[in-house]
């Protein structure tokens, strides 16, 4: 059981895990395929990096930085939600649960 599941691991999913494992919350981000931002050649005002950097590069080092920190980041599709005594998030292949759900 997790604390919480992020449905989309593009740059809002992963900075939303890192918000919460810092929080001490056991946290799972689900995403299928790759986000619209590795298209983008260069990248020149995000906070953090001095130099240009690609999409691509900004997407693959927001997840090693969320995975180094204690978030797990599966490639899935999410099939359905249900909210009972838990969130229930079902995926094509696995069934997950959380307290939580962003």
Do not use: C
Not at 27 to 45: C, M, P, Q, R, Y
């Amino acid at each position: 059981m997790y604390d919480v599941i992020i449905i989309g691991k593009g740059p809002a999913g992963i900075s939303a895990s890192l918000y919460t494992v810092r929080a001490n919350l056991k946290t799972l981000v689900i995403g299928k395929g790759d986000s619209a931002l590795i298209k983008a050649e260069k990248i020149e005002n995000y906070y953090g990096f001095s130099e240009v950097i690609s999409g691509e590069k900004l997407l693959k080092e927001g997840e090693k930085q969320a995975s180094r920190l204690g978030a797990e980041i599966i490639d899935s599709e999410v099939i359905s939600i249900e909210k009972n005594e838990f969130f229930e998030v079902l995926t094509s292949d696995n069934r997950y649960r959380a307290k939580l759900f962003l």
